[in-house]
């Protein structure tokens, strides 16, 4: 595989990582600024490289997107894992990641990636399955969520409203700032977060 082409796998790579979900080619073509074809050929050959019975991941495909999953030979490894970590404690990440949304709500997972610098995917899968918040498509994205605390989780803490949390008022003049946009040294609009 000449370099060119690896270094355009493993970008293809990197990005199905840190999304977690399915992309479409054509989202996966504008971001890489490639033509979809490329796309194409570079998703076939990670695929393919996927094929080893040493790797623990593949790729799903279909005519318009492709998403990175594991095997599902490791399907019950995952599982007794994720059963494992319901009976346990939440950890700092995840109490930290239920803090931002709590206060933040809504919010996308790449807006909770940029808060804590780090991929937050598989904290807010446990958040979900633990039924602590709640995701729904976001409306000004059609292939993307949104992630707000459940009714489970107010109801638990004892609250009728997200308002009535502590400090609340605050955290949200704190998060409209830093949501409104911001000019910059050219006079040009831009999001701060």
Same mark, same amino acid.
């Given at each position: 595989?000449?370099? #060119?082409? %690896?270094?355009?796998?493993?970008?293809l %790579?990197?990005?199905l990582?840190? @999304?977690? !979900?399915?992309?479409?080619?054509?989202?996966?073509?504008? +971001?890489?600024?490639?033509? !979809?074809?490329?796309?194409?050929?570079?998703?076939?050959?990670l695929?393919?490289?996927?094929?080893? *019975?040493?790797?623990? =991941?593949?790729?799903?495909?279909?005519? %318009?997107?492709?998403? =990175? +999953?594991t095997?599902? $030979?490791? *399907?019950? =490894?995952?599982?007794?894992?994720?059963? *494992?970590e319901l009976h $346990?404690e939440? +950890?700092?990440?995840?109490?930290? +990641?239920?803090?931002?949304?709590?206060?933040?709500?809504?919010?996308?997972?790449?807006?909770?990636? @940029?808060?804590r610098?780090? #991929?937050?995917?598989?904290?807010?899968? #446990?958040?979900?399955?633990?039924?602590?918040?709640?995701?729904?498509?976001d409306?000004?994205?059609?292939?993307?969520?949104? @992630?707000?605390?459940?009714?489970e989780?107010?109801?638990?803490l004892?609250?009728?409203k997200?308002?009535?949390?502590?400090?609340?008022?605050?955290?949200?003049?704190?998060?409209k700032? =830093?949501?409104?946009? $911001?000019?910059n040294?050219? *006079?040009?609009q831009?999001?701060?977060v």
């Open positions: 595989m000449p370099v #060119n082409k %690896e270094k355009i796998v493993a970008k %790579e990197a990005l990582f840190i @999304y977690g !979900e399915a992309l479409f080619f054509k989202k996966i073509s504008q +971001t890489l600024d490639m033509e !979809e074809q490329e796309v194409k050929e570079a998703v076939m050959s695929a393919e490289s996927y094929k080893d *019975g040493s790797r623990g =991941l593949q790729l799903v495909v279909d005519d %318009e997107k492709v998403q =990175l +999953t095997k599902p $030979e490791f *399907g019950k =490894l995952l599982e007794d894992m994720v059963k *494992g $346990e939440l +950890t700092s990440a995840s109490l930290e +990641t239920l803090s931002i949304i709590i206060y933040s709500a809504p919010i996308s997972r790449a807006e909770v990636d @940029y808060i610098g780090v #991929n937050s995917t598989f904290i807010l899968r #446990n958040l979900l399955i633990r039924g602590l918040i709640e995701r729904e498509l409306p000004k994205r059609a292939n993307a969520f949104i @992630y707000k605390p459940s009714f989780f107010l109801r638990h004892g609250i009728s997200k308002e009535d949390l502590p400090e609340f008022e605050q955290f949200q003049q704190l998060i700032s =830093l949501r409104q946009p $911001e000019s040294s050219d *006079g040009q831009q999001q701060a």
